[in-house]
């Protein structure tokens, strides 16, 4: 039997009468990497902040690892690491100063070399926020957001506008994060990715879960209804293409 980690169970927002999370349930297991997938306005961040404690509940109940959302809130806290879509620090701090400040905010004291080695930013120890690259800030953002060994980590879009070589690196941190032991939950806009990295994905669209499956079985289903598409087999794609000709090395 899976031990659960996250029970979401009939949970609702509205905004001026409009519901933007519409009766959502569902439940995470410990150990998994799950996808929320949806287009635009289907409701993701509305239901991942409050989630992560940042935003009200309306109705429903959400539990994660037994502890209540709603009023467990600074216990939720404790186990939980959020990586923003945007994130923000301080340009004239170092950015090992930076992580030191994260643990001290918990309460917890941390090597921060090697934290900021495990997200590739050893080199950039002694630099300030401000020198730092879109992909360097999303890996310093990810390394803040692990200060304290949460047991759930969220993800928002966290490759949108990287390079290939960046988004790559990204993804084997995503899946090191997993390998040792905490729970990963993660938006994106590219299907490859929830494909390639997701144990499970569940499809967002109006406000309710219209799907919720791994993304094989899914793919298999509608195949099952009888979706075809033209077949190309092709052994690579473009943007292996790219990374052979200019490395696998990040570019920051």
């Keep these: ?3 659960i980690i996250l ?14 999370v519409n ?3 569902f439940e995470v297991y410990k150990g998994e990497i799950f996808g929320i997938l949806g287009p635009n306005g289907a409701g993701k961040t509305t239901l991942l902040e409050m989630i992560e404690t940042i935003r009200s509940i309306d109705g429903g109940h959400i539990t994660i690892n037994n502890l209540d959302v709603a009023t467990q809130v600074d216990a939720v ?13 301080q340009d004239k701090q170092k950015i090992k100063e930076i992580i030191e400040m994260f643990a001290a905010a918990y309460g917890e004291k941390t090597d921060s070399l090697k934290l ?14 401000e020198t730092l690259s879109g992909g360097q800030k999303q890996r310093l953002s990810i390394a803040a957001a692990l200060v304290h060994n949460p047991l759930l980590f969220f993800l928002d879009e966290p490759t949108t506008g990287l390079d290939p070589q960046a988004r790559r690196n990204l993804w084997d941190l995503v899946k090191a994060v997993r390998d040792k032991g905490m729970t990963v939950i993660m938006t994106t806009h590219y299907m490859d ?11 967002m669209d109006n406000g309710r879960i219209v799907a919720l499956d791994t993304p094989s079985n899914l793919i298999t289903n509608l195949v099952k209804k009888g979706f ?3 077949v190309l087999i ?5 943007e292996d293409v790219f990374i052979d000709l200019t490395g696998k090395a990040l570019r920051d």
């Design 7 to 20: 029970k979401i169970s009939h949970l609702t927002k509205s905004y001026n009468n409009q519901p933007v």
């Design 1 to 3: 039997m899976k031990n």
């Design 234 to 238: 092709e052994q690579a794609n473009l």
């Design 23 to 25: 009766d959502v349930s």
């Design 116 to 129: 900021l080695g495990e997200v590739s930013l050893i080199d950039k120890a002694n630099s300030y926020a």
């Design 193 to 203: 990715e929830a494909e390639l990295l997701c144990d499970r994905v569940a499809v």
């Design 77 to 89: 806290k404790r186990i939980i690491g959020v990586q923003p879509q945007t994130a923000a620090f």
């Design 228 to 230: 075809k598409k033209e």
